[in-house]
Every structure is written in C-alpha cells, then in structure tokens.
C-alpha cells in the first residue's frame, strides 16, 4: 500500500471525527442536520474507499447505504419532523459548549492512547482507523449525555453508529459488515419512526427527556 | 434428530410469528401461542439428548442446552399465564384485538431471538440475535401507549442501542485479534474455534475488548451502574413481558458475556475477566438492596430484585471455580423459575387490584388466598429462605465465597440481608392486614405459577443426580 492510500483513508477517517466535534458544537437543530449529512458522507467515502482498498466489493453496499439512508433519508426525515414537532428552537444541553469541547478532546486523546498500543502487531492502516472511530463513538456518547432533546440524542446515536461502521469497515476481512450495518440502519428507523408515532411531542408537549422522567411514578 | 430439534428450535417461533400476526381472533392467537411454546419446548428438551454436529454458525454444546431448556420453560409457562392476563386487559379496554395480534407476533419473534442468541456459534451472528431481541422487547414494552410505558419504552432502546453498540465495538475487537491466527472471515467469529485457540491472541485487544463487551452485554444483563432501563422496562409493559424479561433475556445477555469470558479466560497473558465480573455484580447486588427499600411500585420492586439476583449469578460466575459456577448456573435457573412465577402473581394482582402502588395493596391472603400465599411463597423463595432451591445456591456461593476470599463474604452476607429485610418488610403490608375485598380468580390461571414454585421447592429439597450431573459438568467446563 503507498503513503498516498492509507493517507487518503487517515483523511476520510479524520473528517469524520472533525464533523463529530462540529455536531457537539451545534446548537441549532437544522445546522445539526445538515452537519450529520455530512459526517454520513465522510463514512461512506471512508468505508468505499476501504471497500477499494481491501477489494472487498460487499463493502461498497455497507457504502452505499450510508449514503443513501444515513446521508439523505434520515435527515430529510429528520428534518420534517422537527418542522412538525415546532422543535427548530436552539438546542437545551445540559453542559456549555466550551466544556463539553475540551472533554471531546480529552475523549480523543483518550481513544489514541488506548488504541494505538494495543493495535501494535497490526498495520498503520487498521491501527489508526480504529483510533478515529473509537474518537467518534466516544463523542456520539458524549453528545447523548448532554443533550436533553430526543432528537439530537438520536443524532448522537447515530454518529456512534457511524464510527461502529467505520471501526467494522476496517477490521481486515470481517464478516456480517453488511448484515450488520442493515441492522443498524432498521433500528435507527424504528428510532426515528418511534420519535414520530409514539407521539413523543404530542404525549408529552415537549421532545426534551427530562420532561419524560416526570411522568414516572418515582419522582 | 439432533439437527431436526434444532430446526424446530428456530424454525417453530420465526414460523410461528408469521402466523400469529394473521390470525385476528384473540382466543385462537393464545392457544396457538402456548402450543409453538410447548413445541419450542420440546424441542429444547430433545436438543438435551441429540446434539447435532456444530456448524461455522450453529452450535449445541452443554453449555446453551441449560440456558435453552429453562428459557423454553418460562417461555411456555408465561405463554399459558399471558393467555389467562390478556383476556383481561381486553375486558378493561386497556388493549385493542389489534394489538395483541402484533403483541403474539412480537413474543414468538423474542423467543426465535433469543434461541438464535443461545444456539449461535458466531459472535456477529450471536449480537444480531441480541439487537433483534431487544427490539421486540421494546415494542412490546411500548404497547400500553400510556406516557410512562413510552418513557420506559424509549429509555430501554436508548440504553439498549447503546449498550449493543458497544458489545459491537468489543466484538470488533475479538474479530480483529482472531484474524491474526485464524484467517479472515467467519472462521475467525465461530465460538468454538475461539475458545480452542485464544491462548494466541493478543492479550492486549482481548483486554481492550472485555471491557466494551462487560459494559455492552452488562446493560442489557442490568448490571449497576448501567441499569437504568430495567426497573421502567419492568414496570410500564405487561406483565408477560416482564415475566420473560427477568425470567429469560437477562440470562441470554448474561450467556454472551459467559461466552466471551470463556474466550478471554483462555488466554494466560490477559487480565482475569473475574475480579471485573465480582466487582460489577457486587455494586449490583448492594445498590439494588438499598434501591428496594423504597419502592411504591410493585413491579418496580421485583425489578430492582432482579437486578439483585443477576448481580449476584455475575459474581458467582466472576469468581469462578466448580462449586462458584455451579451456584451461578443453580441460582440463574431458580431465579428465572422463582421471578416469573412472581410476575404471574403480581401481574393478577395488580388486575384485580386495579393498581400497582404497593400503598394500596393490602391483605391479599384475605381478599384471595390462594393467590396471596402463593406470593408469599414466592417472595420467600426469592427472599433465599429455605427449603426453597435458591437457598441451596446461595448457600453454595456463600460457603465457596468464604474458603476463598472471607471478606467479600462478609459483603454478600451483608448484601443479601440488606435485601431480605427489604423484601420481608413489604411482603408484609402486601400479604397480611385486613380487607374487605374479594376476589374470585379461576384455579387454572394459577397452574403456571405453582408449577414453577413446586420446582423451586423441589429442587431445594432434592436436586436430581441427572440434573446435579448436568450442571456440574457445565460448571467445569466454565472454569
């Protein structure tokens, strides 16, 4: 493999936890939208172009897929629902953006030193491809716990969601790539669908979590 | 007939939920329901004696035959018990026909998922059978459509994609570290080529990938500090699904992680998957003691009481060894057995009651005697008073606790009495006191749950040679 090759790889990857540090910055719903295309956009260029590299055809339908559901439909759909739920307001969180970006970075620095030392017997390639996508799990993670709106916490989910694929992608050779990214793909829908038919808005007037714990006998 | 048992196994409930989404009539929908159960059943009884020959996908050792033949067992009895409960909601109105036509498609989808989980040789394979599990189960956890049932709902797939997300990241890692010695592709997933040849891998991703993998199956098993979905799943669905909830899916998410402990602990260069699993199971065990205390819900309640019982199989099967795995294998059966006949108890309770504020229930071996004792037995046997079977398991773990480490001995000592008196306490104002309620419930309804709590009993008085056999052979095999 040339420099060139996994440099093109390193950048794809890289993007991808670039555009998950721009959805922990967002605090508009829209804008959050559009920075989610995006980061679906930076995978499924990631995973086709592993897909290129490894000569591992099916991964171009795990590409494919991303692009299409995660690129196009969910935010579309995304997007008519907050039109419908009248949620285009900023978003509430639960910690200030300046915090919350410097904890991304430590969960970065955090996800490098973890990954690179145990991946030492593989190559370059898979090592730091694996260290991005640790990055972007941990930041999905990060973006569920502070956000309080259903919405962004699906966004967040998915971001992870993301970095699973990316981290599936790059493992050499791995089986079920594309029967898992499928499964993933149906249980964001049931997610988005069930933000949608459960009536979230409509049950509970408000899409924002904490209003939730107080329907709960407990508090 | 191995192999014929095993597509039946998988083949009955994935049929079965097809058809069950047809048929519009109740009545029919619940007889047909328990007789795919009693099919699955039996099948899992012969998968006992036949074994067919492991697949790269499929695989019938000794291991998943317990976890199958107790999971077909509550799955049937809670099948014939949620035949009797839905013919009440659909009385109150609190369930539409429609409803439960997708509800009887939803539980055989759960028991073809969860038997998939059990019998599944490959890890990938093992994980899509788990995410599919998870989702019936939250669809059915939603049914109710009231605010507190969606929050449960919503609550328990957020916390369960989560925790599913990141079993995939562990199980990545496992892939990764296999490939090295076994070759790319499935080879490198199948179970059993794993445990034969993980001395090999790299101690270093091994490591790295119990974590995720103790973190990401520990939500789903309901260890603390990931917990937070199971008392609401619990509380705000129907009372079957609680039944096979306890009864059932937290042993299947217990089972994956049994998997990859055995992976991991086949490998001298990495950390001791135990001590983790101890430490876990403990913190579960005392904060789910204290959490008892103060529950007003009683299905709350026997949730949290759930969450006290996986912590303690987790620390019985963290700290290893042939008497500790044989309690954890004992007590994950007796409590299966024991939770779901309380759920079928409290799930008629709070019918005839028309409430589940444990306030406002009072005297139930007054206003229904045969019921309101039957509780009482119930709640002694999972309290771990004798002659009941979870005291013979309890006792085992805590003696083999004591030859090997006394002070955390001490601890579970301290944790299953902080429990105890937290369950005897309000068995009291539930079962005793006076009330001028009565009520009349059918004999037969109660057969599921006298049934389990006979084979509790029994087994406490006298476990079978065949049975102890059985369990201690699998105990060895866990290390």
Excluded at chain 1, 206 to 215: E, I, P
Excluded at chain 2, 134 to 145: A, K, N, P, Q
Excluded at chain 2, 319 to 334: C, R
Aim: with cysteine.
């Amino acid at each position: 493999m040339s420099p060139l090759d996994s440099d093109i790889a390193h950048l794809l990857a890289g993007s991808m936890v670039l555009l998950s540090f721009l959805l922990l910055y967002q605090d508009r719903m829209f804008a959050l939208l559009n920075v989610f295309a995006f980061h679906a956009f930076a995978l499924a260029g990631s995973v086709a172009w592993q897909a290129f590299e490894q000569r591992a055809p099916h991964l171009f339908i795990t590409a494919l897929i991303a692009l299409l559901f995660k690129g196009v439909v969910i935010p579309v759909a995304l997007r008519r629902i907050v039109v419908r739920l009248g949620i285009h307001r900023t978003i509430d969180t639960v910690v200030s953006i300046g915090p919350t970006m410097l904890f991304g970075i430590a969960l970065v620095g955090l996800s490098i030193v973890v990954m690179l030392p145990v991946t030492q017997a593989e190559g370059a390639f898979v090592r730091e491809d694996l260290a991005f996508a640790l990055s972007v799990v941990l930041l999905g993670f990060l973006m569920m716990v502070t956000r309080r709106n259903a919405v962004s916490q699906v966004i967040g989910f998915m971001s992870l969601e993301n970095g699973l694929v990316l981290a599936a992608s790059g493992a050499r050779g791995m089986p079920l790539v594309v029967e898992i990214s499928v499964g993933f793909s149906v249980l964001i829908a049931f997610i988005v669908i069930g933000i949608f038919l459960f009536r979230i808005r409509e049950r509970f007037d408000t899409v924002d979590l904490q209003a939730l714990d107080m329907s709960r006998g407990e508090s | 007939m191995g192999q014929l048992a095993l597509i039946g196994l998988l083949c009955t409930p994935a049929l079965g939920a097809v058809l069950l989404a047809a048929i519009p009539r109740y009545r029919l929908a619940a007889a047909l329901n328990m007789t795919l159960c009693a099919l699955t059943l039996s099948c899992a009884a012969a998968l006992y004696r036949h074994r067919p020959q492991p697949s790269l996908y499929l695989l019938v050792d000794d291991l998943n035959t317990v976890f199958l033949f107790v999971g077909a067992l509550v799955g049937f009895s809670t099948s014939v018990f949620s035949a009797g409960y839905i013919a009440h909601e659909l009385q109150t109105r609190r369930l539409k026909a429609r409803d439960l036509r997708f509800y009887h498609a939803m539980y055989q989808l759960l028991m073809f998922a969860m038997n998939l989980a059990l019998v599944s040789n490959n890890i990938g394979l093992m994980w899509v059978a788990i995410e599919l599990a998870t989702l019936t189960t939250v669809m059915m956890v939603g049914i109710y459509r009231t605010n507190a049932a969606l929050e449960a709902a919503w609550k328990y797939f957020i916390l369960g994609s989560v925790g599913i997300a990141l079993a995939l990241f562990g199980t990545i890692l496992v892939y990764l570290a296999a490939q090295e010695h076994l070759g790319q592709g499935m080879v490198a997933m199948a179970w059993d080529r794993l445990t034969v040849s993980s001395a090999s891998f790299d101690p270093s991703l091994l490591n790295l990938s119990f974590v995720f993998l103790l973190l990401g199956y520990g939500t789903k098993v309901g260890l603390v500090p990931v917990h937070a979905w199971l008392p609401d799943a619990h509380a705000e669905g129907p009372t079957p699904i609680s039944a096979v909830l306890s009864g059932l899916l937290l042993n299947v998410a217990l089972f994956a992680l049994l998997r990859f402990k055995l992976i991991i602990a086949g490998n001298p260069h990495v950390l001791a998957p135990g001590p983790m699993m101890v430490t876990m199971g403990f913190t579960s065990l005392l904060f789910a003691g204290f959490m008892l205390y103060r529950r007003r819900d009683i299905k709350r309640m026997f949730a949290y009481s759930s969450i006290e019982h996986m912590g303690i199989i987790t620390l019985a099967f963290g700290l290893g060894g042939p008497i500790a795995s044989f309690a954890g294998l004992l007590h994950m059966t007796m409590h299966s057995l024991t939770k779901s006949a309380i759920f079928f108890g409290v799930g008629y309770i709070s019918q005839l009651e028309g409430t589940q504020r444990t306030a406002d229930i009072r005297g139930l071996t007054h206003s229904q005697p045969l019921l309101g004792w039957l509780l009482v037995l119930g709640v002694v046997a999972i309290a771990g008073l004798p002659p009941f079977g979870i005291f013979t398991s309890e006792f085992l773990l805590v003696t083999s606790t004591f030859a090997r480490s006394p002070w955390l001995a001490i601890l579970l000592v301290t944790g299953l009495l902080i429990a105890f008196s937290a369950l005897a306490l309000r068995l009291h104002g539930l079962a005793f006191g006076d009330t001028d309620r009565r009520h009349l419930l059918p004999a037969w309804r109660l057969a599921p749950m006298t049934l389990h709590l006979l084979l509790v009993a029994a087994a406490g008085v006298y476990l079978p040679a065949p049975v102890v056999a059985w369990f201690r052979h699998v105990a060895s095999q866990l290390g």
